[in-house]
């Protein structure tokens, strides 16, 4: 997966993890699914963030390596 493709996957779960808030807040809560899926979108997201920095680890040492 491409840096790019990663931070659109973030960017679609930031989205909705907000949008399950942002419900929660005007219905007095989230039904246990929605916290189900809050805490799944949670999960993905922190493996997500991973992703990328372990990809821009990476791209940094290739650099290095091809200038050195």
Same mark, same amino acid.
């Given at each position: 997966? $491409? $840096? @790019?493709?990663?931070?659109? @996957?973030? $960017? =679609?779960?930031? =989205?909705?993890?907000?949008?399950? +808030? &942002? *419900?929660?807040?005007? #219905? *007095?809560?989230? &039904?246990? *699914?929605? @916290?189900?899926?809050?805490?799944?979108?949670?999960?993905?997201?922190?493996?997500?963030?991973?992703?990328? #920095? +372990?990809?821009? $680890?990476?791209?940094?040492? =290739?650099?290095? @390596?091809?200038? *050195?």
């Amino acid at each position: 997966m $491409a $840096a @790019r493709e990663i931070t659109d @996957r973030i $960017a =679609d779960l930031i =989205d909705e993890e907000h949008r399950l +808030r &942002t *419900g929660a807040l005007h #219905h *007095g809560g989230l &039904t246990p *699914g929605e @916290r189900l899926r809050l805490k799944d979108l949670e999960r993905q997201l922190d493996a997500a963030v991973d992703l990328l #920095h +372990r990809r821009q $680890a990476l791209s940094v040492f =290739d650099d290095d @390596r091809d200038g *050195g």
